[in-house]
T-cell receptor, first 113, second 115 residues
Framework: DQQVKQNSPSLSVQEGRISILNCDYT??????FLWYKKYPAEGPTFLIS?????DKNEDGRFTVFLNKSAKHLSLHIVPSQPGDSAVYFC????????????FGTGTRLTVIP | NAGVMQNPRHLVRRRGQEARLRCSPM?????VYWYRQLPEEGLKFMVY????????ESGMPKERFSAEFPKEGPSILRIQQVVRGDSAAYFC?????????????FGPGTRLTVL
């Protein structure tokens, strides 16, 4: 039962252009969302998060958008850089109840120089 | 400030042996989580612990798997009588407190290979 879904397993983008990674969720109890970046043979690195009371959060080149009614969030990276090439995981959690993260299956981003 | 530390980074075991994975949380963090990642999949929650307490083990297989986080020392994930299906990357994460917006920080993982 995959409650967090990343339907694009891979994405290729030219350096300098925008990368848009998408994530959908099914559980309406989720109210906090995070994006992690993962390089091979390393652990996930926290990138950016958003609470359900917001619809946008920005940190430098990274912006996360949340559409609660559609149960959809996206991560925008602009401008994309070759060092951004990695697997990006979307994760969600609930304020009450379980404190664990529910992860999507990841999107492999390749930024072409 | 050192991050989450896990050891060993790689562990090879034969079927039927025991695997012990260790996790030292970030300084000041008292909450530890274990996740497992199978090939080509996302991370799946296994267990959530605080010092000397298992808070939530709903994601952990009922048999052969156990976890602890003693008062002193690292958290340990123990897998008894390993089988080939246990081959995966096991990640530990820690957070400073439990709350809606606390972020979990991950260690580099232990890659378990069962021969």
């Amino acid at each position: 039962d995959q409650q967090v879904k990343q339907n694009s397993p891979s994405l290729s983008v030219q350096e300098g252009r925008i990368s848009i990674l998408n994530c959908d969720y099914t559980n309406s109890m989720f109210d906090y969302f995070l994006w992690y970046k993962k390089y091979p043979a390393e652990g996930p690195t926290f990138l950016i998060s958003i609470s359900s009371i917001k619809d946008k959060n920005e940190d430098g080149r990274f912006t996360v958008f949340l559409n609660k009614s559609a149960k959809h969030l996206s991560l925008h990276i602009v401008p994309s850089q070759p060092g951004d090439s990695a697997v990006y995981f979307c994760a969600a959690k609930m304020e009450t109840g379980a404190n664990n993260l529910f992860f999507g299956t990841g999107t492999r981003l390749t930024v072409i120089p | 400030n050192a991050g989450v530390m896990q050891n060993p980074r790689h562990l090879v075991r034969r079927r039927g042996q025991e695997a012990r994975l260790r996790c030292s949380p970030m300084k000041g963090h008292s909450h530890v989580y274990w996740y497992r990642q199978l090939p080509e999949e996302g991370l799946k929650f296994m267990v959530y612990l605080q010092k000397e307490n298992i808070i939530d083990e709903s994601g952990m297989p009922k048999e052969r798997f156990s976890a602890e986080f003693p008062k002193e020392g690292p958290s340990i994930l123990r897998i008894q009588q390993v089988v080939r299906g246990d081959s995966a990357a096991y990640f530990c994460a820690s957070s400073p407190l439990r709350g809606a917006t606390d972020t979990q920080y991950f260690g580099p993982g232990t890659r378990l290979t069962v021969l």
